[in-house]
């Protein structure tokens, strides 16, 4: 079983529809993140959070929102869905280790906005 | 603010050694990571630079020099699997000790 899962892992929704995507993870790790990637801007950071109480912003957080239910549950939100949010959008979990906090990252969910 | 260049494609024959360079500006530097993404798969971790010197791995290794802001990763013998695209990221202590990402270099592994 994959340490890192998303869901949904494909999604196309319309503009102004709410949309939630979840991240779980089985690796025990602290640390977890939201990133997008786009062609030729590589992956930016949404949000991100060192444990359940702490949730901070990102590089472009406006238009989004997230929600730590859990040490292993980081869901990110887009309360009104606009074009420009298509994209493919990482959870990654993160920890201490000898590669540094060398980042793990979900398989990604691919979002389509019409 | 964080600034990662990398070239944008690269292209390589199978079994040659291809260098593929990164460039960043920052003030906050605390750790150079490289990754590998295949077409519409996650990113993996590949290596990790924080001191200067080259870092080796197997087919893989990795150069960091902190006070010409550059690294880059070296890939011998390569194989048609390597074909993907090379993630650059610099930890940053202005950035919250996060992880900032250049654009990433595809590389395309020709027979």
């Known amino acids: 079983d994959a340490d890192v899962t998303q869901t949904p892992r494909n999604r196309i929704t319309k503009t102004g529809k709410r949309i939630m995507l979840e991240c779980s993870q089985t690796k025990g790790h602290d640390r977890m993140y939201w990133y997008r990637q786009d062609p030729g801007l590589g992956l930016r950071l949404i949000y991100y959070?060192?444990?359940?109480?702490?949730?901070n912003k990102g590089e472009i957080s406006d238009g989004y929102s997230v929600s730590r239910q859990a040490q292993a549950k980081f869901s990110l939100s887009l309360e009104s869905a606009i074009p420009n949010q298509t994209a493919l959008y990482f959870c990654?979990?993160?920890?201490?280790?000898?590669?540094?906090?060398?980042?793990?990252f979900g398989p990604g969910t691919r979002l389509t906005v019409t | 603010g964080q600034n990662i260049d990398q070239p944008t494609e690269m292209t390589a024959t199978e079994g040659a050694i291809v260098q593929i360079n990164c460039t960043y500006q920052t003030s906050g530097f605390n750790g150079l990571f490289w990754y590998q993404q295949h077409a519409g798969e996650a990113p993996t971790f590949l290596s990790y630079n924080v001191l200067d010197g080259l870092e080796e791995k197997g087919r893989f290794s990795s150069f960091l020099s902190r006070s010409k802001g550059y690294s880059y990763l070296l890939l011998k013998e390569l194989q048609m699997k390597d074909s993907a695209s090379y993630l650059c990221?610099?930890?940053?202590?202005?950035?919250?000790?996060?992880?900032?990402f250049g654009p990433g270099t595809r590389l395309s592994v020709l027979p």
């Open positions: 959070s060192f444990d359940v109480k702490d949730i």
């Open positions: 990221a610099v930890r940053d202590k202005n950035y919250g000790q996060n992880f900032v």
């Open positions: 990654a979990t993160s920890v201490l280790g000898r590669g540094g906090y060398e980042q793990y």
